[in-house]
């Protein structure tokens, strides 16, 4: 089935033709419902209510055991019997309904019998204990995963913690999911017999929550109908203005998509390539957006150009012969083959050009790729297939109680478990209440395009677009993340609040001290609900003291320790000025050169010389103003007296460790100034009393060893001449 096409006809979207057979006739299953009901048909023969099940199930598993299947109906049909859906349809029919759309989209033998008994134990007397009993376990765990927590029990929470349970079962298989996105395109279908508000309620309910998952999982065919849906029923004057356009487009005598595949058929053909290039009518949603985008539409953008290859090679061989033969637009052009979508996606996007200014967008694929484009995870079938066979050939003992992919604590472990739903479960096992997750996670399902960052061990993290350090530390440390000190993004030290891009490689630095704390305006800079939900967690156990102390998170400049000597001032006898051995002296403050530095001096008002480091910006300026140098030399003695600037990430205690590891080193500090923090970076300066220049390099390295220091340098600020 492919909901991407519609009729425009119609006033919603409708499955048109696959690319690769025949279309099934819509099956009446209010007709087929009916009949069911008449009796029970013999043992051994498959129900004719199944039949279109049946033939669409073997369209793609043509040597599928169908027992399950008829044993399935048989007890769904006389469990529901008697049930009327509020349409007035015998029940049946929603369960035949919801198989056939999953028949339709390939998925395998067990996904469809969980389908056809995903209501009755919610709904008749069939309890889970007889689902495995008579289908084995991983039916039963399927339909379980669909199953409603009742409302008697949960009151207004029953809904979310519905879905809290149903994507607990989805991370351990992606079937449970698959099942109910089908169950919900069904409803929607059919939701006309319902009251407005009511139709409006679970509208809105499928638009936040079930068309995410649906794109997440990658089941295209499932969720553009939904959205088709959805949008009749929340925006019906835009939908009703959208047919018009659809129809009034389908009634042009001339179709500039026809002509294009006509032309790109013939480059293929004499290029030697075996390709079908198929038209690919837009859904009502997508020609809204389009419309929106581009203001007046024209032939070409009610649909796009699909072309089907054998092999991933063909794919790029297409590409070439299109943009060799026809105009492209290289703006247009994306490759989602070499690097996939995080839904399984993988495509080449491009578009063509004519001289009448008509663009068409062109799709390149081969056709398992446009299998799994349309139907995602359910083109995957059985995620546990692998482990059995690896299982069996590894000899591992069969244990009637465990299912096959099952782990060694009893969780379930599925290979096909995509990344954004292994962190959706971390994050929600954290959520303190229903409210909670339920607005964290339709926070979470808005973001809809993830991006890949690298560790330096090699490993990835998948993040949401637009996460930062803040997001990277919490994913992968959970809440040991609260050390958290700092980041390097490609090897440059960058702040937490850096929004990371895909492809980024992050070394998160991580401090040591256990009484480590987030800060606050780390709240500002998390995205991700696992981040965001830690940080609220850790604040409101934390609350802010009503007068912070002076520290290194005070929001202002401290002098921690009062100046006992002006440097500037202060007379030095390490150094002597040649010729002139009485002549006073006196360190830039700007450099602070310490013996062993290279060093120039310039007389300054009474007769005293500044002594500068001889890389100094000072020296250039008054050099290029025309100032003599004074030729300066070190004496004797070792003794000095340096300015050193620390660059840290802002933490408690950060300054106690800071004083103490210079005091070890044998450094009297003379003063010492702390900056106001910005974005968690702070900026400490200090002027310090050396016995022995040569130590300088061992302070140094003794000051970057303190957690939550990154960087020692000697000052080097931009003075005014002397």
Same mark, same amino acid.
């Given at each position: ?15 048109? #033709? ?16 009916? #009949? ?14 199944? $039949? ?139 939701? $006309? ?237 954290? #959520? ?130 009062? #100046? ?159």
């Amino acid at each position: 089935m492919s909901a991407e096409a519609t009729n425009p006809a119609t006033p919603g979207p409708v499955a048109p #033709a696959t690319t690769r057979r025949r279309s099934l006739p819509r099956i009446d299953l209010r007709r087929l419902g009916r #009949a069911a009901l008449l009796g029970s048909p013999s043992r051994g023969r498959l129900p004719d209510a199944i $039949g279109h099940v049946v033939e669409a199930h073997r369209a793609h598993h043509p040597d599928a055991d169908l027992e399950p299947l008829r044993r399935a109906y048989v007890l769904a049909e006389s469990s529901h019997r008697g049930q009327m859906r509020k349409s007035g349809e015998p029940y049946i029919t929603h369960p035949l309904a919801v198989t056939l759309i999953l028949a339709e989209l390939g998925a395998e033998t067990t996904t469809l019998t969980a389908s056809l008994l995903h209501d009755t134990v919610e709904d008749t007397d069939v309890t889970l204990d007889q689902v495995r009993e008579q289908f084995g376990e991983e039916v039963r765990y399927l339909v379980d995963g669909v199953t409603k927590l009742e409302k008697v029990d949960y009151g207004a929470a029953a809904e979310p913690e519905t879905f809290r349970k149903m994507l607990v079962a989805t991370g351990s298989d992606v079937r449970v999911m698959s099942i109910k996105l089908a169950d919900r395109l069904h409803n929607m279908r059919t939701l $006309g017999v319902m009251r407005p508000e009511k139709q409006e309620r679970i509208a809105k309910i499928t638009r936040d929550f079930l068309i995410p998952l649906a794109e997440r999982l990658g089941v295209q065919a499932l969720k553009t109908e939904l959205e088709d849906l959805v949008f009749a029923i929340l925006h019906p004057e835009e939908y009703e203005h959208t047919r018009e356009l659809i129809v009034d487009n389908a009634s042009r005598a001339d179709d500039p998509l026809a002509e294009f595949a006509d032309a790109m058929r013939a480059v293929l053909r004499e290029a030697g390539i075996q390709a079908e290039v198929l038209i690919r009518p837009r859904h009502f949603v997508s020609v809204h957006r389009v419309s929106r985008k581009r203001g007046e539409l024209r032939g070409c953008d009610f649909g796009r150009l699909l072309v089907l290859v054998n092999e991933d090679a063909d794919c790029y061989a297409v590409l070439g012969e299109l943009h060799t033969c026809m105009t492209p637009v290289v703006s247009e052009f994306k490759d989602f083959i070499a690097v996939p979508k995080f839904n399984l996606y993988q495509s080449l996007h491009t578009a063509v050009a004519r001289a009448d200014g008509q663009v068409a967008e062109v799709l390149i694929r081969t056709h398992q790729m446009h299998k799994v484009a349309e139907a995602g995870v359910v083109a995957l079938g059985n995620p546990y297939v692998g482990l059995q066979a690896e299982q069996s050939r590894e000899g591992a003992p069969a244990d009637g109680d465990r299912l096959d992919g099952e782990g060694a604590d009893g969780e379930r472990v599925d290979p096909t478990r995509p990344g954004w739903l292994s962190r959706l479960l971390a994050w929600q096992e954290a #959520a303190p209440d229903t409210d909670t997750f339920w607005s964290t996670l339709r926070e979470d399902l808005a973001q809809d395009r993830e991006i890949t960052v690298f560790r330096p061990d090699g490993g990835t993290l998948g993040l949401p677009d637009g996460a930062t350090c803040v997001d990277a530390a919490y994913a992968q440390y959970g809440e040991d993340a609260h050390a958290c000190i700092g980041a390097r993004v490609n090897g440059r030290l960058a702040t937490l609040s850096t929004v990371l891009q895909d492809g980024d490689t992050v070394q998160l630095l991580m401090g040591q001290d256990p009484a480590s704390e987030p800060s606050r305006e780390w709240l500002e800079h998390a995205h991700t609900p696992a981040a965001r939900i830690a940080i609220q967690r850790w604040l409101a156990t934390h609350p802010a003291p009503a007068e912070p102390e002076e520290s290194v998170d005070a929001a202002r400049t401290v002098t921690d320790i009062p #100046a006992a000597d002006s440097p500037l001032s202060r007379p030095d006898t390490a150094i002597t000025v040649v010729g002139r051995p009485d002549a006073g002296v006196r360190l830039a403050g700007c450099c602070t050169p310490v013996p062993a530095d290279e060093v120039t001096g310039f007389a300054v008002r009474g007769g005293v010389v500044t002594v500068h480091r001889a890389e100094c910006a000072a020296v250039t300026r008054m050099a290029d103003a025309g100032r003599a140098a004074v030729d300066v030399r070190w004496g004797d003695t070792t003794e000095c007296r340096v300015t050193l600037v620390a660059e840290s990430f802002g933490r408690p205690h950060l300054l106690a460790d800071l004083t103490e590891a210079m005091a070890l080193e044998g450094a009297e500090i003379v003063s010492a100034t702390v900056e106001p923090p910005s974005q968690q970076r702070v900026r400490h300066t200090y002027t310090l009393q050396l016995p022995d220049a040569a130590h300088l390099p061992t302070l140094m390295r003794a000051m970057r060893n303190v957690p939550g220091v990154y960087d020692v340098s000697r000052a080097q600020h931009h003075a005014p001449a002397s």
